[in-house]
């Protein structure tokens, strides 16, 4: 969002200004004192500390902020902004800058602090401090922070306080309405603290990845996505974006890269490479930026022969894919025998890409993919080629298919060899938008301005990103997440909506959210952009959790009108559940697809981790299909429930142990855990289990709800611990509320579980 300013000063005194000049004398330079600056920490507190102006963004709303004396926390005023509608004539949205026309010296703090409420409950879009309209050296801010109506105290981190010995940004914000309807926030008690409950938990440039960049002599490539995770005096952890000024960095080879104070890196040289790190404060920070390439191996030749799709990677050896290749603006492109099979490239397809006699420079040709590119691993794209003509350029560009040429990105590599196949290596690193989903290369030969074909014939093959597995299994990707930061891991990236709000809690990341107010499911929404295939069968896999009994809406669907979807209603409980969810993409097929979680139609918190998204029906998503968690009781009093749910450890091994001392109905002792049950379908369960004597235990499936029908059969426990493998089909029950269960209350001894897994036949 770009801003411009219009200002407004607010004076908390009046004073006489009165200048000594002293004329007459030469200073003594050695006994001239360093300018130093307040250290005022108050920014509100009734009323305006001392020479606060307050900027309104150009594009807000100007008149939407004021004091307020009827709604405070404490004392007789508060700052209130009116949030507009987002059709307001005079401006969609509130916000500004609050700055000192001098500077304060901050280094004696390390957290600003307020108070904050609404008249509904809302997500404020952005605030923090260190942005004025001059600089945003050590600008820091807040996403997404959900106020309530009721007054509470918020936290926002200074990252590098040593820095800030003139800082003049005091506070910041912008935000527009959740729902485009205009509502009140008040903001109180404004003020700057230095807290010893702060714990800096984690740092990161470059949103925590290991990133490649080429070495262009003279560029410059400014660092961008710096973070910290902190954990706050009550308990939540909150994510705060640090501008790159507040680290510390260090380039592994100065000729090649160096990093000014500010975080932009200059490419000083292109023979070898650098990697750039940094830290904050004393916390090393993850991710890096690597400038210019280590030599890399000739990368192996693709197989593809088992493919079921036209899919990375792409080796042309398949029979059965329909290779959707089309030449483009005068060049003939088609499927044929490789011409030359020695060398790097001994596979006995490749694709042919003719420059006939008078084609456009920029013929070429598009392979149009059915899934989108999968740049994990790295975002180096590695093609063999073989050329009748060195030394000439040949352009690499990825799109996406519905986008075009708006999304388009490309590199151009010139070739080095003739007649014999090479491999060509195209680094997009930097370039790729995180939001888009390439799904189409196009290949161009001989891409000179003007240069009209001659009939040259090229070809091309093992078409692999580096660092990704060369043989394309023919599982249609099964088993691979199709998403980014499931586990939340990564922290406020990948996903969007007004319900993403990543916490942290005994090292696990998970998304937190609290309805405070029930209306429409979609009103409170999680959401991750993916491709999505017609009619393809996909898997979503899932942790949720409650602070009550209540449901949210997960599936696929269009991210754009008429946002049809295919959803399943989930009932959530305090338990943590994995739920399994089989999807077909009836009429979402696009590139613009998403998963979603709806969850505004009831109050209470939400709770999701790991989610998984999975080409086919993989029976509970992962390339193993084991559909239980915490199997192994290793994890401790997680996922399962039941009164005889009660892990124990002994010499390092993780068990479920129960000592039942009144026999009574089998079920009045039990063991369980939740889990999405498909009717009619066949399972494999496997456990291990001993006892103290000989006595008998009921296990099987079911559901976790009246009438509770299941599918069971009694086992004859003895001391010798033995693997007990059940096939169960689930005949006229199954939903998202089901279980494995054990129910060992019909005898009195020990009964020991371990090793428990379930799996969809």
Do not use: H
Not at 86 to 94: L, M, R, V
Not at 200 to 225: H, M, Y
Not at 304 to 309: F, I, K, T
Not at 722 to 737: K, M, R, V
């Amino acid at each position: 969002m770009k801003y411009t300013f219009l200002n407004k000063t607010f004076y908390a005194f009046a004073k006489a200004v009165i200048l000594l000049l002293f004329v007459g004398c030469q200073p003594d330079d050695e006994n001239l004192e360093l300018a130093t600056f307040p250290t005022t920490a108050e920014i509100f507190i009734d009323g305006f500390s001392a020479g606060l102006q307050y900027d309104a963004f150009g594009e807000s709303k100007v008149t939407a902020f004021d004091v307020d004396t009827q709604n405070t926390f404490e004392g007789a005023a508060s700052m209130r902004f009116d949030i507009p509608n987002t059709s307001d004539p005079q401006g969609g949205f509130a916000g500004g800058v609050f700055s000192t026309s001098s500077g304060r010296d901050l280094t004696g703090y390390n957290v600003l602090t307020f108070y904050a409420r609404a008249s509904r409950g809302e997500t404020i879009n952005q605030i923090g401090f260190g942005l004025t309209f001059q600089g945003e050296t050590y600008r820091t801010q807040v996403s997404n922070l959900q106020v309530g109506t009721a007054w509470q105290k918020y936290y926002i981190p200074i990252p590098n306080a040593a820095k800030l010995t003139q800082e003049r940004g005091m506070l910041w914000i912008a935000e527009a309405a959740d729902n485009g309807e205009a509502y009140q926030l008040y903001i109180d008690e404004v003020k700057f603290e230095n807290l010893n409950t702060l714990i800096l938990e984690e740092a990161g440039i470059v949103e925590g990845q290991d990133r490649v960049f080429p070495a262009n002599l003279g560029s410059t490539i400014p660092v961008n996505g710096s973070f910290a995770n902190y954990n706050l005096p009550d308990g939540l952890l909150q994510r705060v974006e640090a501008a790159p000024g507040y680290f510390d960095f260090t380039s592994s080879n100065t000729a090649v890269a160096t990093v000014d104070e500010i975080g932009v890196i200059f490419v000083e040289g292109s023979e070898g490479f650098s990697i750039v790190t940094a830290m904050l404060v004393d916390v090393p920070a993850v991710g890096s930026i690597t400038v210019g390439m280590e030599p890399l191996p000739p990368s192996p030749n693709v197989d593809d022969s088992q493919a079921l799709g036209f899919t990375m990677p792409i080796g042309f050896e398949s029979s059965t894919v329909n290779y959707a290749i089309e030449g483009f603006e005068g060049a003939s492109s088609a499927i044929v025998t490789n011409p030359n099979i020695t060398g790097i490239n001994t596979t006995n397809t490749v694709l042919r890409s003719e420059k006939t006699q008078g084609s456009q420079f920029f013929a070429g040709t598009l392979l149009n993919l059915e899934a989108p590119i999968d740049f994990a691993t790295s975002e180096i794209l590695s093609i063999k080629t073989l050329s009748p003509k060195g030394d000439i350029p040949v352009r690499i560009a990825i799109e996406n298919q519905a986008i075009g040429g708006d999304s388009q990105v490309f590199v151009d590599v010139n070739t080095t060899a003739i007649n014999e196949w090479e491999e060509l290596l195209f680094n997009f690193s930097g370039q790729l938008d995180p939001n888009v989903s390439y799904d189409r290369i196009v290949i161009f030969f001989e891409f000179v301005t003007d240069l009209a074909g001659d009939g040259s014939t090229y070809y091309a093959d093992d078409f692999f990103v580096i660092g990704s597995d060369p043989i394309n299994t023919g599982e249609n990707n099964n088993g691979d997440n199709l998403l980014s930061n499931g586990d939340f891991e990564q922290g406020m990236v990948d996903w969007f909506g007004n319900a993403f709000n990543v916490q942290m809690e005994g090292g696990n990341s998970y998304n937190f959210a609290n309805v405070v107010t029930a209306g429409n499911a979609f009103d409170v929404n999680l959401s991750q952009s993916v491709t999505l295939i017609e009619g393809e069968i996909y898997t979503l896999t899932f942790d949720a959790s409650s602070d009550t009994n209540r449901s949210i809406i997960a599936g696929i669907g269009l991210n754009e009108n008429p946002f049809t979807s295919v959803t399943e209603t989930i009932n959530l409980t305090p338990t943590s559940q994995t739920y399994t969810l089989t999807l077909t993409a009836t009429g979402v097929g696009s590139s613009n697809g998403r998963v979603l979680f709806d969850m505004g139609a009831d109050t209470g918190v939400v709770a999701i981790d790991n989610v998984i998204l999975t080409f086919g029906d993989t029976g509970g998503g992962g390339s193993s299909g084991e559909l239980l968690g915490n199997g192994d009781f290793e994890q401790g009093a997680t996922v399962w429930e039941g009164n005889a749910f009660n892990v124990q450890t002994d010499g390092g091994n993780s068990y479920n142990f129960a000592n039942v001392a009144t026999a009574g109905n089998a079920f009045d002792v039990n063991l369980s855990q939740r889990l999405t049950i498909v009717e009619n379908e066949t399972y494999t369960l496997t456990f291990e289990a001993s006892s103290d004597g000989n006595r008998t235990m009921v296990v099987g499936i079911g559901l976790f709800e009246a009438p509770f029908t299941a599918v069971t059969e009694t086992v004859s426990l003895t001391n010798t611990t033995q693997t007990f493998t059940l096939t169960l089909t689930a005949t006229g029950f199954g939903n998202s509320n089901s279980r494995v269960l054990f129910d060992m209350g019909a005898d009195t001894g020990v009964v020991v579980i371990d090793n428990v897994s379930l799996i969809q036949n």
